[in-house]
């Protein structure tokens, strides 16, 4: 008998379908490069959780943006715009979003602090899909991230947490790729469905 894969379970396609989009509300409203990274590496988390599931997957998906741009994006940022954004972009409600926050907050533990190894793929990603001629094009001249990154440095023992000039200080060649001992979360979402597939295979070929 045929193993039935789980039909509320994500595909990758539709993983990075809704990265692209994340990444248009971003780069709309001028969002971070890191605040899109560590967004995506809470998505990943929670799927691995299988708490964001096919059904909620645009849902869970904003309100990762969204926590990620609360704790990375300098004070003063209008959240009001963004949510607009992300209910017309993904076709969610402002209120849903807003309703289901704490919800994923608890999912990820109350923890959003990310150590550089889980989004730095990410950002380099990103960042090379923009068009930027640089990293220092990017950074320009503010000084705000750096200098959070340094305090942040302090409180977390010697890890960065904001802007991408800090973090990519401390990048190195076993964090560029994703693999290894940093390995990639969405490498770990890909391995996962496709050992659910050869399940499936192996099951219709008995």
């Known amino acids: 008998m045929a193993m039935v894969i789980d039909p509320s379970s994500l595909t990758l396609s539709q993983i990075r379908n809704l990265k692209r989009r994340l990444v248009d509300v971003g780069m709309a409203?001028?969002?971070?490069?890191s605040s899109l990274a560590k967004s995506f590496v809470y998505f990943e988390k929670l799927v691995l959780k299988r708490t964001a599931v096919k059904a909620n997957r645009r849902l869970v998906g904003c309100i990762c943006l969204l926590l990620a741009t609360?704790?990375?994006?300098?004070k003063g940022f209008k959240f009001g715009p963004l949510l607009e954004?992300?209910?017309?972009?993904?076709?969610?409600?402002?209120k849903d979003i807003r309703e289901h926050e704490f919800n994923v907050f608890a999912q990820l533990e109350f923890n959003l602090y990310l150590p550089l190894?889980?989004?730095?793929?990410?950002?380099?990603?990103?960042f090379m899909?923009?068009?930027?001629n640089s990293l220092q094009e990017y950074l320009g001249d503010s000084q705000f991230?750096?200098?959070?990154?340094?305090?942040?440095?302090?409180d977390h023992g010697g890890h960065g947490h904001g802007h991408g000039g800090h973090e990519l200080d401390h990048y190195d060649d076993h964090d560029h790729d994703g693999h290894g001992h940093h390995a990639h979360l969405?490498?770990?979402?890909?391995?996962?469905?496709?050992?659910?597939?050869?399940?499936?295979?192996?099951?219709d070929g008995s």
């Open 29 to 33: 409203h001028d969002l971070e490069i």
């Open 70 to 74: 609360k704790v990375n994006e300098p």
């Open 85 to 94: 954004s992300l209910s017309k972009t993904l076709g969610v409600a402002v």
């Open 117 to 126: 190894h889980e989004f730095i793929p990410h950002f380099e990603r990103i």
């Open 129 to 132: 899909a923009m068009d930027f």
């Open 145 to 154: 991230f750096l200098a959070r990154d340094r305090d942040d440095e302090r």
């Open 186 to 203: 969405e490498l770990q979402v890909q391995q996962q469905q496709q050992q659910q597939s050869g399940m499936a295979a192996s099951s």
